[in-house]
C-alpha cells in the first residue's frame, strides 16, 4: 500500500517569490508520481509526472518537482508565482503492474499568491 | 480535446434518497474511478473499474455501489443517502498502458444531503 504525506495545508507567498510545496510518501513498491491542481470549482487537472528517468520533471504552467528515491519525496517548485497560480494542489502516487493506475493522493496544500 | 464528463455539477437530495452520479468519458479508457473530496482528507477512492462490468472496492465503499454497463460510462450509487455522505465527487479515467498513465478527471458533482 502506499501513502503521501503533504507537509503544508496552507501556503500564503507574494506575487513574483519563489514556492516550494513539499510531498512526501511511502511505498513498498516502485511508483508513479504525480501534481494535480484545482482551482475553485473545477476538477484537477495534471501538472506534472515522474513516471522514470530524470528526477527533474518539468510541467505546465512553469511548475517543475524533483524526485528524491533516497529521500522519498517529491516537491514541487516554481521560481516565481503569479496572482492565478492561486490553488489547491495536489501530490498523488500510483504504482504500476495492476493497479489499474488508482491514485493515492495527499491532503492538498492551498497555495494563495498575495498580490 | 479529452473529456470527462459528469452529469451533473450541484446536487442537493434528501437523506434516505437513492442517488445516481453518472460519469462519461470519450477516450476510450479501460480504467474509470470515482473519488470522494472533503476538505483536509485530500480525495479518497470510492470505487473503481478495468473494464466493462468489471468493478473493485476502494478505499471508501460502505454505502456506495458502482455500475459500469458501457466502456464510456460509470455510475456511482447511493443507496440510502445520508448526511455523512455530503461531499465533492470526482470521476476520473485513464489508460492500462505504461506511459500513459494521466488520469483524467471530470468538473466533479458537489452533493449535498439534506
Known amino acids: 500500500a502506499q501513502s503521501v504525506t503533504q507537509l503544508d495545508s496552507q501556503v500564503p507567498v507574494f506575487e513574483e517569490a519563489p514556492v516550494e510545496l513539499r510531498c512526501n510518501y511511502s511505498?513498498?513498491?516502485?511508483?508513479?508520481l504525480f501534481w494535480y491542481v484545482q482551482y475553485p470549482n473545477q476538477g484537477l487537472q495534471l501538472l506534472l509526472k515522474?513516471?522514470?528517468?530524470?528526477?527533474l520533471v518539468k510541467g505546465i504552467n512553469g511548475f517543475e518537482a524533483e524526485f528524491n528515491k533516497s529521500q522519498t519525496s517529491f516537491h514541487l517548485r516554481k521560481p516565481s508565482v503569479h496572482i492565478s497560480d492561486t490553488a489547491e494542489y495536489f501530490c498523488?502516487?500510483?504504482?504500476?503492474?495492476?493497479?489499474?493506475?488508482?491514485?493515492?493522493f495527499g491532503q492538498g496544500t492551498i497555495l494563495t499568491v498575495h498580490p | 480535446d479529452v473529456k470527462v464528463t459528469q452529469s451533473s455539477r450541484y446536487l442537493v437530495k434528501r437523506t434516505g434518497e437513492k442517488v445516481f452520479l453518472e460519469c462519461v468519458q470519450d477516450?476510450?479508457?479501460?480504467?474509470m474511478f470515482w473519488y470522494r473530496q472533503d476538505p483536509g482528507l485530500g480525495l479518497r477512492l470510492i470505487y473503481f473499474?478495468?473494464?466493462?462490468?468489471?468493478?473493485e472496492k476502494g478505499d471508501i465503499p460502505e454505502g456506495y455501489s458502482v455500475s459500469r454497463e458501457k466502456k464510456e460510462r460509470f455510475s456511482l450509487i447511493l443507496e440510502s443517502a445520508s448526511t455523512n455522505q455530503t461531499s465533492m465527487y470526482l470521476c476520473?479515467?485513464?489508460?492500462?498502458?505504461?506511459?500513459?498513465?494521466?488520469?483524467?478527471f471530470g468538473q466533479g458533482t458537489r452533493l449535498t444531503v439534506v
Open positions: 476520473a479515467s485513464s489508460s492500462h498502458f505504461r506511459g500513459n498513465t494521466e488520469a483524467f
Open positions: 511505498s513498498s513498491v516502485s511508483v508513479y
Open positions: 515522474y513516471l522514470s528517468g530524470s528526477t
Open positions: 498523488a502516487v500510483s504504482a504500476g503492474g495492476t493497479s489499474y493506475g488508482k491514485l493515492t
Open positions: 477516450m476510450d479508457h479501460e480504467n
Open positions: 473499474s478495468y473494464d466493462v462490468k468489471m468493478k
